[in-house]
């Protein structure tokens, strides 16, 4: 039963792979499905049963993860097949049954054009020192900017870079850097207990995976207060959402101390969304990206993050651009459609102004053009 599980396993992450599925979800007594360009679709396949969950489980799990899996209702691992690539899973309880979800991650690491991201994030990758936050919703391409980020600096500068990850994702070869990659729950307890451990090993850059907690925060930013240069993400939409969410990790009484420390060390907070291509082949990232400066530092110390989004999209001579700023531009490109952008702007009546004179629009949900 566990070579045909196997085989079973296979052949939908084949499926998964050939047709561009991001995530393949298994899901006892419903037919697998994927997730193309933003999209749930079900295969045409019977519905899987609970003996087919248990044999993927034990194809990707070791006991020791079945264990903790067991304990606890859901697990996090990477889990490679040859000749497919890698992919990170995801195993939990829904209605006291197994499901799976499992993400496919791109063996190759794509640079900045090729990804479609503004290049001033090369500018803010070689920063010397403090925070950088890559933020979205889950599924938004945080792990692939953050990847493509490390090789910028792989690429091009002599240091110790050492990541931090649940599970590790994209795997880095060293190039002029060396690349530490540790996986929680394999290599070490979880983040807090790497984040103190991560000082005795000579680190330039670190990567923390993702802030989850209060007390993981305070190991994030006391490491870029230590003067290395640190990036971590979050799942939030905007900067603004980004700095709320970080206070309230906290309580009342330490909101000014950590907003000071907000202030000190952020250095770059890029945040993305993933946006259908007009040819409907893929999607494009619409990106908002602050950078912080003596403005942006005294609105967050004093707790007057509404009028951050005012100041980067007056920023945009130092690099910074508003998600607006990025639909505009995407759409001046030809790379979006009207409607798609409207929908995935904050304000989409600002966003058709600002369009007014320069665009006209072709048919309903056209593609707006010069």
């Known amino acids: 039963m566990a070579e045909e599980g196997t085989s079973k396993l296979r052949k ?11 995530d393949l979800h298994l899901t006892i007594g419903t037919a697998p499905a994927v997730r193309i360009d933003g999209e749930i679709r079900f295969l045409p396949a019977d519905p ?11 194809e990707m799990m070791s006991r020791e993860q079945r264990a903790t899996f067991d304990d606890r209702g859901d697990f996090d691992l990477a889990h ?10 995801n195993s939990l309880r829904q209605r006291g049954f197994i499901a799976i979800v499992m993400r496919h991650v791109k063996s190759k690491i794509l640079d900045f054009d090729a990804l479609n991201l503004p290049p001033v994030l090369g500018r803010i990758a070689d920063m010397p020192r403090g925070l950088v936050l890559i933020t979205g ?11 493509s980020m490390v090789d910028w600096i792989n690429q091009r500068k002599r240091m110790h870079i050492v990541t931090l990850e649940d599970p590790i994702e994209y795997l880095h070869s060293n190039k002029k850097s060396i690349v530490t990659q540790r996986e929680v729950a394999i290599d070490t307890r979880d983040f807090l207990a790497a984040l103190r451990a991560v000082m005795r090993e000579d680190p330039d850059v670190i990567l923390v995976g993702e802030m989850r907690d209060a007390e993981t925060f305070q190991a994030t930013i006391s490491a870029a207060e230590t003067g290395h240069l640190v990036f971590s993400t979050l799942h939030t939409t905007n900067v603004m959402l980004t700095i709320d969410r970080i206070m309230d990790m906290f309580p009342s009484n330490m909101h000014d101390q950590v907003r000071a420390q907000i202030a000190l060390q952020l250095r770059a907070c890029i945040s993305q969304r993933l946006i259908q291509s007009a040819d409907g082949k893929g ?3 619409a990106v908002e990206v602050m950078i912080s400066n003596p403005g942006i530092a005294g609105l967050i110390r004093e707790n007057n993050v509404k009028q951050i989004p005012n100041a980067i999209s007056g920023g945009g001579e130092e690099g910074m651009q508003s998600f607006n700023m990025s639909l505009a531009m995407l759409l001046r490109q030809r790379l979006i459609r009207e409607d798609d952008a409207m929908i995935a702007s904050d304000n989409p009546d600002e966003l ?12 309903r949900g056209g593609i707006l053009k010069r």
Not at 12 to 22: C, E, F, T
Not at 49 to 57: I, K
């Open 12 to 22: 939908l992450l084949g499926y998964a792979v050939k047709n561009g599925a991001s």
């Open 48 to 58: 899987l049963t609970q003996s087919d969950l248990e044999s993927f489980l034990g």
């Open 80 to 89: 490679g097949v040859p000749g497919l690539g890698r992919f990170r899973v």
């Open 137 to 147: 919703t889950t599924g938004s391409g945080k792990s692939t900017t953050l990847a």
């Open 283 to 285: 999607r494009v990232p």
């Open 352 to 363: 058709r102004m600002n369009m007014q004179g320069i665009f006209l629009t072709q048919g």
